[in-house]
């Protein structure tokens, strides 16, 4: 078995440094600078055209995209270990959840990022794929997007009111999820509101592969 990380610090493919500490298969890390262009270089585009970090190559065959990622390896690793759900209803609520914090609250986060007035790290970074300039910035759209994170943030307190962890116990659904919340509260989104989420998000720190990559 071979399997292949393509890896940035403090970029999306940190969700996937996360599952694969959880998961605890083993992988050979190539790690990219974004600032430094590595992901424009032609070598990495042939692994992905659209210039992006995270990707995986597993036994030859390149995926891309986190949400992709995290539900592949969950089925191919994480099913024995109780880390997915096996082919049920289930698995399809961990879809749901998975998919929605890339395409829903991710998209609105990272509206966020880049039309924050505050020029800063990650995604308003120049050179960045996101990066806008500053004098296209418009308050009323970085406002609008920082609704749509509340709203997004609202949907994922009620669904936690239920039970501890988005699938009931500890899932990889956790792990995926609580990495996009981690990289939108570092851009100052208050959550005290949100107090169920704080637990969660507390509780899931706690997990040793997580803790581990904290230290
Ligand atoms: N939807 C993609 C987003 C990946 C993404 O945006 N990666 C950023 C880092 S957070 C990247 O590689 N950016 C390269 C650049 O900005 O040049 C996923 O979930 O994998």
Known sequence: ????????????????????????????????????GDTLKPEFLKIN????????VHDGTVIWESAAITMYLGEVFGVKEKLYPELSPKRGEAMKWIVWSNVTL?????????????????????????WVPPEMRFE?????????????FKILEDALQEQGFMLG??????THVQGIVGWICSMGVDLSL???????????????ALAKMQN
């Open 1 to 36: 078995m071979s399997l292949i990380f393509y890896y940035s610090p403090m970029s999306t493919a940190v969700i996937t440094e996360c599952v694969l500490a959880e998961l605890g298969v083993d992988h050979e890390v190539k790690q990219l600078n974004i600032q430094s």
């Open 49 to 56: 055209p659209n210039a992006r970090v995270p990707a995986i």
């Open 106 to 130: 991710a998209e609105a986060g990272g509206r966020m990022a880049a039309l924050s007035p505050e020029s800063g790290a990650g995604t308003t970074e120049t050179k960045s794929l996101d």
């Open 140 to 152: 009323v759209a970085y406002e609008k997007a920082k609704a749509d994170v509340l709203n997004c």
């Open 169 to 174: 116990a500890y899932s990889l659904v956790d």
């Open 194 to 208: 949100f107090p169920k989420m704080m637990s969660w998000l507390s509780h899931c720190g706690q997990r040793p």
